[in-house]
């Protein structure tokens, strides 16, 4: 008999629908798996084999065959055991094989026929409700990530043996708790708040107009001046996230097998700081089979790069594409993989090697040495990051006396302001920030009077600034405005985004020119 069951592959961060077909005939007896299969897949016979043994079943000594198509579509993992033992079932006439074609199934089996977990549950659960069908069965242990999606019924299951009970109709479905809700992210807790920083005015409104447009931020100074304190708070003051923003977070990191039954979706921004000895493959992602990088997994976040000049060139330069595309495409011989990379990039760096220049009473490096330094970072990564913010050595009067900072809540109050102008300027696009506008997006939402104009054209020639670097003035200038609630951009706005990036040219301009 034939017998046909729908699963889910996870392709990238997207699942995509698969067909089980099953054969059972007369024939020499035999087990044969064919539908571009890797070695995990094939590995199924073996496991559905004794797995269906030890549930009490009795397979027929005949000839089987199952496809998993479309043929074209490699086939990975171990989530498509239990769509194989479903389908063996059915064309063995064991189950009904009515209801079956609006289901989904996807688990890996034990050889004790206990079905578990499986990566990428939440993407299966979407992936089997853009397709039509009203049920996906799944391991208990991955229901709570699928139950966050609705107009779709989502059953945990613990064994196989009650999976097939329940399509037999010999017990009801069991009763499950009813479907998580999604969390905010406003009102999370966090370890660290801006209040904990006094001082360094500067840094902190550069960090503000970062947060409220996703700005790109590179901080420069002295070490121990607060760089990469103030970028551990960056998430702190993030605009809350957005159901498109949890659900698009929360698929890379089921996909990773970063989400539990505690945690099932990502309720807050992610915050990922790799060490700098990272390797190009890791911050991009990759392998023989492309999993997410460090790029991906800080998508909707921050990714912050301490210590910049101390990256290897070659990791660093990977980071040109994802900032201007907002993804990654990863090509291997069997397909190209698309992962998403719309992140806030922070990064923080000394300006020579002893951290002194330009204060020339205690910087003892040479012309060329600090040339040698900040030549590291090139002039196309450079130009990627939106602000530049210096930070100056806190003085012992301030470090005892310094009124403590204002706090996290209140500066995400402005933010979240900013945040409902740009959501209500962007709606019915795909943009969500400021700084992810292109160029006819900023004739359209960044256009200016005759006399800002002119102002704008005198900083361009001034700073000499490239196209690249006169768009980001813009988006930036933008951001200003929206901080204080205003419809239309000013010559003050743009001011203040030419000092946020004038101290670029402070540090490389005799580097770059």
Known sequence: MYSKVHSIGIIGVEGVPILVEADVSDGLPGFSMVGYLSSQVKEAQDRVRTALKNSGFRIPAKKITINLSPADIRKEGTAFDLPIAIAILSASGMIRSSGLSNCVFSGELGLDGTVKPVPGALSIVLAAKKDGKTVCYLPRENRGEGSVTTGIQVVGLDTLKDLTDYLNGIRKLPEFPADQKLP????????????????????????????????????????????????????????????????????????????????????????????????????????RIPKPGELTLASGGVLFLDELTEFQKSTIEILRQPLEEGEITITRTHGAYRFPAKFLLAAAMNPC??????????????????????????KPILDRFDICAESSPVSYKDLKQGEKGE???????????????????????????????????????????????????????????????????????????????????????????????????????????
């Open 353 to 378: 090697p002893c951290g002194f220049y330009p204060d020339r009473t205690k910087c003892r490096c040479s012309e060329s040495q600090v040339n040698k330094y900040l030549g590291r970072i090139s």
């Open 184 to 287: 905010g992210s406003a009102g999370k807790n966090y370890d660290v708040d801006f209040s904990d920083i006094g001082g360094q005015p500067f840094l902190r409104r550069a960090t503000e107009v970062a947060a409220a447009g996703m700005h790109n931020i590179m901080y420069i100074g002295p070490a121990g001046t607060g760089k990469t304190m103030f970028a551990k708070r960056i998430p702190t003051i993030m605009p809350s996230l957005c159901f498109e923003e949890i659900m698009e977070i929360s698929k890379i990191y089921s996909v990773c097998g970063l989400l539990s039954g505690e945690n099932p979706v990502m309720s807050t921004r992610p915050f990922r700081s790799p060490h700098h000895t990272i390797s190009p493959q890791a911050l991009a992602g990759g392998g």
């Open 407 to 513: 706090a996290s809540a209140s500066i995400r109050i402005r933010i979240e302001q900013a945040r409902s102008m740009q959501m209500e300027r962007f709606k019915g696009t795909r943009i969500h920030f400021n700084s992810f506008m292109k160029k006819t997006d900023l004739e359209r939402f960044c256009c200016l009077d005759k006399a800002e104009e002119l102002f704008l054209k005198q900083i361009y020639e001034s700073m000499g600034l490239s196209v690249r670097g006169y768009e980001k003035i813009l988006k930036i200038a933008r951001t200003i405005a929206d901080l204080e609630g205003a419809e239309k951009m000013t010559k003050n706005h743009l001011a203040e985004a030419a000092g946020l990036r004038s101290r670029e040219g402070r540090f490389w301009g005799g580097i770059y020119g």
